[in-house]
């Protein structure tokens, strides 16, 4: 059974950096046909894609976020991170990483942590 | 790219509830649909318009027409309160786009 969790600051202060790492166990993170992905959820809002990486590190992102987000991997740990840079009041939200699997050319979520706040206030 | 849904939908235990997803994106891509109880994370319902992974109830079921998926949940329980939401890609398949999420009362 794959599992998922993330880990990082809860806190951040306005205009730094936020930073997230999602560790797999029960699988292989540098196997071929899944995407690893980070997604968030404002406070009582819906799911908000930020992006995903291969284990190859071809990266894919939301457009929206593109200018400020970094997803890597670390596939010798069976990690991947996520960076978003000049963070607001407005990234404040819960942060999930989650497994793509490519079906049919297309990237449903099978696998995801359980979530973490984080949240931006000085 | 927008993937829309209506903001809720009420059904009575034992009744069938449709949760309808539309776009542009989805008369040419598949569509995906997850549930999400309170404080927890989304789990995957539906892939692939219409195909169940292992472990998901019967009732649950997926379609799609044109440009709009549909969510089925046949005889309605209580514990399939939640929000629900659609999946999918744009059509050059560089960034992936959720709904804004139904919120499912049973009544």
């Known amino acids: 059974q794959v599992q998922l969790q993330e880990s990082g600051p809860g806190l951040v202060k306005p205009s730094q950096t936020l930073s997230l790492t999602c560790t797999v166990s029960?699988?292989?993170?540098?196997?071929?046909?899944?995407?690893w992905s980070w997604i968030r959820q404002h406070p009582g809002k819906g799911l908000e894609w930020i992006g995903y990486i291969y284990y190859s590190g071809s990266t894919y992102y939301n457009p929206s976020l593109k200018s400020r987000v970094t997803i890597s991997v670390d596939t010798s740990k069976k990690q991947f991170s996520l960076r978003l840079r000049s963070v607001t009041a407005a990234d404040t939200a819960v942060y999930y990483c989650?497994?793509?699997?490519?079906?049919?050319?297309?990237?449903?979520?099978?696998?995801w942590g359980q979530g973490t706040l984080v949240t931006v206030s000085s | 790219y927008e993937l829309t849904q209506p903001p809720s939908v009420s059904v009575s235990p034992g009744q069938t509830a449709r949760i309808t997803c539309s776009g542009e994106t989805l008369s040419v891509k598949y569509g995906h649909w997850y549930q999400q109880k309170p404080g927890q994370a989304p789990v995957l319902l539906i892939y692939?318009?219409?195909e169940r992974p292992s472990g998901i109830p019967e009732r649950f079921s997926g379609s799609s027409s044109g440009a709009t998926l549909t969510l089925t949940i046949s005889g309605v329980q209580a514990e399939d309160e939640a929000d629900y939401y659609c999946q999918s890609a744009d059509t050059t398949n560089t960034y992936e786009l959720f709904g804004g999420g139904t919120k499912l009362t049973v009544l």
């Open positions: 989650a497994r793509g699997a490519v079906v049919a050319a297309t990237v449903p979520f099978d696998y």
């Open positions: 029960g699988g292989s993170i540098d196997s071929g046909g899944y995407y």
């Open positions: 692939k318009d219409s």
